[in-house]
Protein backbone atom coordinates (compact mmCIF):
# COMPACT_ATOMS: atom_id res chain seq x y z
CA UNK A 1 0.00 0.00 0.00
CA UNK A 2 2.51 2.58 0.88
CA UNK A 3 4.25 1.98 -2.73
CA UNK A 4 1.24 2.73 -4.60
CA UNK A 5 1.38 6.08 -2.55
CA UNK A 6 4.88 6.08 -3.12
CA UNK A 7 4.84 5.49 -7.26
CA UNK A 8 1.62 8.71 -7.45
CA UNK A 9 3.87 11.07 -5.69
CA UNK A 10 6.76 10.18 -8.14
CA UNK A 11 4.14 10.64 -10.62
CA UNK A 12 3.66 14.00 -9.16
CA UNK A 13 7.09 15.21 -8.72
CA UNK A 14 6.49 15.33 -5.07
CA UNK A 15 9.16 12.29 -4.20
CA UNK A 16 12.48 14.43 -3.68
CA UNK A 17 10.66 16.83 -1.55
CA UNK A 18 8.78 14.48 0.71
CA UNK A 19 11.89 12.90 1.58
CA UNK A 20 13.74 16.04 2.28
CA UNK A 21 10.99 17.01 4.49
CA UNK A 22 10.60 13.95 6.17
CA UNK A 23 14.64 13.44 6.64
CA UNK A 24 14.44 17.39 8.37
CA UNK A 25 11.19 16.33 10.24
CA UNK A 26 13.29 12.88 12.07
CA UNK A 27 16.62 15.32 12.32
CA UNK A 28 14.88 18.13 13.83
CA UNK A 29 12.17 16.12 15.77
CA UNK A 30 14.26 13.35 17.32
CA UNK A 31 18.02 15.05 17.55
CA UNK A 32 16.78 17.63 19.74
CA UNK A 33 15.40 15.85 22.57
CA UNK A 34 18.05 13.11 22.46
CA UNK A 35 20.52 15.94 22.60
CA UNK A 36 18.41 17.37 25.43
CA UNK A 37 18.07 13.52 27.40
CA UNK A 38 22.35 13.84 27.35
CA UNK A 39 22.04 17.78 28.49
CA UNK A 40 23.06 19.63 24.87
CA UNK A 41 21.15 22.58 24.22
CA UNK A 42 18.42 21.75 21.21
CA UNK A 43 20.11 24.85 19.61
CA UNK A 44 23.60 22.97 19.36
CA UNK A 45 21.57 19.42 18.67
CA UNK A 46 22.32 18.80 15.02
CA UNK A 47 25.83 19.39 13.73
CA UNK A 48 24.41 21.13 10.47
CA UNK A 49 21.94 19.66 7.70
CA UNK A 50 21.83 16.15 7.07
CA UNK A 51 24.06 15.33 9.85
CA UNK A 52 23.85 13.54 13.45
CA UNK A 53 25.45 14.55 16.41
CA UNK A 54 28.64 11.87 15.56
CA UNK A 55 29.37 14.06 12.12
CA UNK A 56 27.49 11.35 10.26
CA UNK A 57 26.37 12.73 6.54
CA UNK A 58 25.09 11.68 3.53
CA UNK A 59 26.15 13.20 0.57
CA UNK A 60 25.00 12.46 -3.19
CA UNK A 61 26.78 13.46 -6.56
CA UNK A 62 25.14 13.32 -10.08
CA UNK A 63 27.24 11.85 -12.13
CA UNK A 64 27.66 13.10 -16.45
CA UNK A 65 30.24 13.64 -18.72
CA UNK A 66 29.76 16.44 -20.03
CA UNK A 67 30.59 17.80 -16.39
CA UNK A 68 34.28 16.87 -16.78
CA UNK A 69 36.75 19.89 -16.34
CA UNK A 70 38.92 20.45 -18.27
CA UNK A 71 37.12 17.93 -20.43
CA UNK A 72 35.85 16.04 -22.50
CA UNK A 73 34.50 13.68 -20.35
CA UNK A 74 31.82 10.47 -21.96
CA UNK A 75 29.44 12.28 -23.85
CA UNK A 76 27.28 9.81 -23.16
CA UNK A 77 28.16 8.67 -19.06
CA UNK A 78 25.89 9.11 -16.71
CA UNK A 79 25.99 7.84 -13.06
CA UNK A 80 25.24 8.65 -9.81
CA UNK A 81 27.69 8.51 -6.01
CA UNK A 82 25.74 7.93 -2.72
CA UNK A 83 28.48 8.83 -0.45
CA UNK A 84 28.21 8.02 3.35
CA UNK A 85 30.71 9.74 6.14
CA UNK A 86 31.61 9.34 9.41
CA UNK A 87 33.65 12.04 10.80
CA UNK A 88 34.01 10.34 14.40
CA UNK A 89 36.06 7.64 12.09
CA UNK A 90 37.41 9.85 9.43
CA UNK A 91 35.57 7.39 7.38
CA UNK A 92 33.77 7.51 3.90
CA UNK A 93 31.85 4.96 1.99
CA UNK A 94 30.53 5.23 -1.25
CA UNK A 95 28.15 3.11 -3.33
CA UNK A 96 28.49 4.06 -7.35
CA UNK A 97 26.53 3.52 -10.31
CA UNK A 98 27.38 4.12 -13.99
CA UNK A 99 26.41 3.44 -17.40
CA UNK A 100 27.47 4.17 -21.11
CA UNK A 101 31.30 4.18 -20.24
CA UNK A 102 34.09 2.07 -20.33
CA UNK A 103 34.97 -0.30 -17.37
CA UNK A 104 36.31 1.89 -14.96
CA UNK A 105 39.91 2.16 -13.88
CA UNK A 106 39.61 4.55 -10.51
CA UNK A 107 37.27 6.64 -8.69
CA UNK A 108 37.89 9.98 -6.60
CA UNK A 109 36.31 12.77 -4.30
CA UNK A 110 38.86 15.94 -5.88
CA UNK A 111 38.45 19.15 -3.94
CA UNK A 112 37.05 21.75 -6.45
CA UNK A 113 34.09 23.73 -7.88
CA UNK A 114 32.39 23.10 -10.90
CA UNK A 115 35.05 24.59 -13.01
CA UNK A 116 37.89 23.22 -11.33
CA UNK A 117 40.14 19.99 -12.19
CA UNK A 118 41.36 19.76 -8.57
CA UNK A 119 43.29 17.69 -6.26
CA UNK A 120 42.42 13.88 -5.05
CA UNK A 121 41.25 13.93 -0.89
CA UNK A 122 39.57 10.54 -0.79
CA UNK A 123 40.51 7.18 -3.13
CA UNK A 124 37.64 4.85 -3.66
CA UNK A 125 39.10 3.25 -6.92
CA UNK A 126 38.14 -0.35 -5.11
CA UNK A 127 34.20 0.64 -5.18
CA UNK A 128 34.49 0.64 -9.38
CA UNK A 129 36.98 -1.96 -9.38
CA UNK A 130 35.32 -4.17 -6.89
CA UNK A 131 37.52 -3.89 -3.87
CA UNK A 132 36.66 -1.82 -1.12
CA UNK A 133 34.02 0.62 -0.89
CA UNK A 134 35.05 2.40 2.14
CA UNK A 135 38.14 4.72 2.70
CA UNK A 136 40.33 6.49 5.51
CA UNK A 137 42.27 8.26 3.27
CA UNK A 138 41.05 11.61 5.40
CA UNK A 139 41.12 12.89 8.63
CA UNK A 140 38.45 14.23 10.53
CA UNK A 141 38.99 17.83 9.70
CA UNK A 142 38.75 16.86 6.23
CA UNK A 143 35.56 14.79 7.05
CA UNK A 144 34.18 17.89 8.51
CA UNK A 145 34.79 20.38 5.86
CA UNK A 146 32.95 17.81 3.00
CA UNK A 147 30.15 17.28 5.30
CA UNK A 148 29.89 21.47 6.32
CA UNK A 149 30.89 22.42 2.05
CA UNK A 150 29.74 19.68 -0.01
CA UNK A 151 29.90 21.66 -3.25
CA UNK A 152 33.42 22.20 -2.77
CA UNK A 153 34.33 18.88 -3.73
CA UNK A 154 33.14 16.15 -6.63
CA UNK A 155 33.45 13.02 -7.31
CA UNK A 156 34.41 11.24 -10.78
CA UNK A 157 34.95 7.80 -12.13
CA UNK A 158 37.87 7.70 -14.72
CA UNK A 159 38.33 4.82 -16.81
CA UNK A 160 41.23 3.87 -20.01
CA UNK A 161 39.40 6.32 -22.61
CA UNK A 162 39.27 8.65 -19.81
CA UNK A 163 42.41 8.81 -18.24
CA UNK A 164 41.78 12.12 -16.41
CA UNK A 165 37.76 11.18 -15.86
CA UNK A 166 34.94 9.97 -17.72
CA UNK A 167 31.96 10.92 -16.04
CA UNK A 168 31.37 13.62 -13.10
CA UNK A 169 29.35 15.31 -10.21
CA UNK A 170 29.44 17.64 -7.22
CA UNK A 171 28.75 16.81 -4.30
CA UNK A 172 25.59 17.76 -2.62
CA UNK A 173 22.94 17.09 0.21
Request: aromatic share 4%; with cysteine; proline share 5%.
Amino acid sequence: MRNAGLRTWKRMGLCAVSVAASTAMVTVGLGAPAAAARGVPAANAAASPGQDLAGRSGLVANLRGSKEVPGPGDRNGRGRAVIKTNRAKAKACVTAEWSRIGTPTAAHIHRGGPTVSGDVVIDFTGAVTGGRNCARDGSKRLIRNINQHPRRFYFNIHNERYPAGAIRGQLHR
